[in-house]
């Protein structure tokens, strides 16, 4: 029998890859006569785990960075989770795949500082000054009333000493911003509640650093009057130093040097400066970390090259190392045993949100605020992510007098689990606080703003010769005459082997839309664009062209796609907040008779209900055909009163329909000659919901021969063009439980 060192695979030497030496054996023992049957058909993968290979670790954990998020989007859980979940699969206490080696120190150490350095680069200082002194008191009040009630229910109920109990209450006093996207999503980041909670967030996060730092040092035993003394003199004398010597060194270097790498670098010197700076005082690490993004805050814009790339790569490797790190450091058989765990979830869920919720509603009462501004503080400031899990390694870290640590398995997997519940009420109860705000200010779009303004350029991608021109018939239909402005026409083609002939294919095409435009004076912009992802291509030559809409055809092609969405277009809407309309014209537009729209709730709160109001509006003036709007008296009212100013001339109906269940209700109200017109939202926006998920289907069963358009109307912010860890850009259509709902309707069916 031969050795490990002497099998080959077509004559090279496999010493490093024990997995592909176990396949080789797998597939290839039956040749060698010596071995054994039992090693044939029963092989023992065991010996080759956990890996140990620094390269295969490497690829191991790159696999595992790029298919988390995909499989946490199918079942809507934190991606931030899904990190630390994957690293308790395959480390020691799960599967026991990898092995916890020094890149997982490095890499995590670096993972843990770029964590903080992010949460306070990316804090909105501008807003804070302005309101510096509520800010102040809330930050306290968010900060001591968690702090108190922890550290009183870790001594009293959970039994911890004062030092654990110390920084359970500092952990818990602490909070990330992971909903701050939303408030985003409905253009409230202006709104006072929004920027108290993010000012209280930046101070309740320093504050709780500063308690670790001094639990710290005050961990040798020394506690008297002359240490407290001088560990504030050595924490005043190190923020002096950072305060006088960052801005100094950055303004220096970034005005002389704009090579992109050399930036990079130089800002990531430092952080790492600060942070062994906070070291050698003999504070934490993550403080200089945090201290030098809040200095080198104005420094590097948000919007910015340089920002992009810190983003980039931290988001990319660093921090999804550091958590898949955590991961392979918690116990998973903890949480069968119940006991302990189970009281350490409940404290830090119930006490720490109670604590939370109590600062931001005394705070929304003294400063007179209404209760809807109260729930948007709680929402924003009541989860626990990157910050709790920065803590809890490093009380990890810190020893106690038996010889233990400060913080133990338990309470590392009851953190990990109140992660994942805190961030899951600060969702809902943000998402509901937005919907509370838009409806109480009464914040709707002016009806100057999208209708006749000057923001129009429409741009069409364009890919199948039979549709193209309805396409552009459709454009020039609802664009506005007197601006005179040209169309935009796009044709992208994918980087492949095929790529030069569907150029020319692409380019053929685009000639014929123009003499088509040609034929109503219509000017038409066009470009062929080359691209991996046909979405991507198409938002990077939005920007490009500063357009202000897409007007785009829905996906027919089954062939290509089985998707309702087909393999892009869910991809585009999520990942633009501007308005697009996806069209499928059974017949030409010149022949539509009636025009059926089905408007939802509270879509007059959205900002872009104007522009596609004017848009319906001038297509069925042009085509001097009836409209009809299905929805709640509140958008009708609005919608009568814009159509009968703007566009007397137009033959408008106005129909209740109070709930969007009734939707396929309208299908037997639909002939041939009729344009059925959905206007839909994105999800987490003011007039998105639940009933809006069954869309394609609904839309598949009951409306399949119908002509068709579906508009996405302009939304607030550009969440989505935000590079995070926490929650990338890819969107599934379907979640993981939608699926086995209809897996299970078929099954019962049949």
């Known amino acids: 029998m031969y050795t490990q060192s002497q099998k080959s695979f ?19 023992a039956p040749l060698h006569s010596e071995l054994p049957n039992e090693h044939i058909f029963m092989p023992n993968l065991s010996q080759y785990f956990p890996i140990a290979d620094p390269t295969l670790i490497f690829f191991v954990v790159l696999l595992i960075i790029l298919s988390a998020p995909i499989i946490m989007g199918k079942l809507r859980i934190p991606h931030i989770i899904g990190m630390v979940l994957a690293g308790v699969l395959v480390g020691q206490y799960g599967l026991n795949i990898l092995e916890r080696d020094e ?21 909105d200082m501008d807003g804070l000054r302005k309101n510096a002194n509520r800010a102040s008191i809330f930050g306290l009040l968010t900060f001591a009333i968690p702090f108190g009630a922890m550290f009183i229910t870790a001594i009293t109920i959970l039994g911890y000493n004062a030092k654990t109990s ?8 602490s909070n990330t911003l992971i909903a701050y996207p939303i408030v985003g999503r409905y253009g409230l980041q202006r709104k006072p509640s929004v920027t108290l909670s993010v000012g209280g967030s930046m101070l309740s996060l320093l504050l709780a650093l500063i308690c670790l730092a001094a639990l710290e040092a005050a961990n040798d035993g020394n506690s008297g009057l002359l240490f407290w003394g001088w560990f504030a003199a050595k924490f005043v004398l190190f923020c002096a130093t950072l305060f006088f010597l960052i801005p100094r060194l950055a303004r220096w270097f970034l005005r002389r040097y704009s090579d992109a790498v ?44 340089l920002m992009n790339r810190i983003e980039f790569i931290g988001n990319a490797l660093f921090i999804p190392y550091f958590l898949i790190g955590v991961g392979m450091l918690i116990n998973v058989r903890l949480l069968f045993e119940g006991g302990a765990i189970i009281w350490i979830v409940l404290a830090m869920v119930f006490f720490g949100t109670f604590g939370k919720a109590a600062a931001a509603y005394i705070a929304s009462f003294f400063f007179r605020m209404p209760l809807s501004s109260g729930n948007m503080m709680f929402g924003l400031t009541s989860a626990h992510a990157a910050g709790a899990i920065a803590m809890v390694m490093v009380g990890m870290n810190i020893s106690t007098s038996d010889g233990g640590y400060l913080v133990n398995d338990d309470i590392l997997n009851g953190v990990i689990i109140m992660i994942l519940f805190t961030c899951i009420i600060s969702t809902l109860v943000t998402e ?32 199948y010769p039979e549709y193209a021109n309805r396409l552009i018939n459709l454009a020039i239909l609802t664009r506005n005459p007197k601006l005179n402005r040209g169309l935009v026409a796009l044709n992208v083609v994918y980087d492949d082997a095929n790529m030069r002939r569907n150029q020319e294919n692409g380019q053929q095409l685009l000639e014929k839309v123009t003499q088509y435009a040609a034929g109503s004076d219509v000017r038409v912009q066009t470009q062929v664009r080359i691209a991996a992802n046909i979405a991507n291509g198409i938002k990077h030559a939005f920007k ?9 055809g829905m996906h027919q092609h089954k062939e290509v796609s089985p998707k309702f969405w087909g393999e892009f277009h869910q991809s585009l809407f999520n990942g633009l907040n501007r308005q697009i309309i996806m069209a499928r014209l059974k017949q030409p537009l010149n022949t539509i008779r009636r025009i059926q729209v089905a408007v939802p709730s509270r879509a007059q709160f959205e900002p872009g209900f104007y522009r596609w109001l004017e848009r319906l509006s001038r ?35 106005y129909k209740l329909m109070t709930h969007w269940n009734e939707l396929p209700q309208l299908a037997g109200t639909i002939a041939e000659d009729h344009l059925f017109v959905v206007v839909t939202a994105r999800k987490g926006t003011v007039s998105y919901k639940t009933a809006m998920e069954r869309l394609p289907e609904e839309l598949t069963r009951h409306f399949s021969g119908t002509s068709m358009m579906i508009i996405f109307p302009d939304q607030f912010g550009d969440a989505m063009d935000e590079m995070t860890f926490a929650q990338p850009q890819h969107t599934e259509e379907k979640s993981a439980y939608e699926i086995l709902r209809d897996w299970l309707k078929r099954r019962i069916k049949l």
Do not use: W
């Open 432 to 463: 509901a606080a937005a919907q509370q705000i838009t409806i109480r200010d009464k914040d709707m779009p002016r009806e100057d703003n999208n209708a006749e303004g000057d923001d129009e350029k429409m741009l069409i991608p364009v890919k």
């Open 262 to 305: 050399m930036q990079f670098i130089f800002v990531m010197s430092l952080l790492f400066m600060s942070a062994a700076l906070s070291e050698a005082v003999g504070l934490e690490g993550v403080v200089g970390a945090f201290l030098s993004g809040l200095i080198l805050n104005r420094y590097i814009p948000h919007v910015s090259p």
């Open 166 to 173: 110390f920084l359970l209450g500092a952990l818990m006093a």
């Open 103 to 123: 890149s997982f120190e490095l890499f995590g150490k670096v993972g843990l500082y770029y964590i903080m350095f992010l949460a306070s680069l990316e804090m």
């Open 10 to 28: 077509f004559g090279c030497k496999i010493t490093t890859f024990p997995l592909f030496i176990r396949i080789f054996d797998i597939f290839f």
């Open 544 to 552: 490009e062209f500063r357009a202000s809409e897409i007007i785009i």
């Open 619 to 653: 297509l069925a003036e042009n085509l001097e055909c009836r409209i009809i709007f299905f929805g709640r008296n509140d958008t009708i009212e609005l919608l009568r009163e814009y159509v009968q100013n703007r566009h007397q001339s137009v033959r408008a109906e």
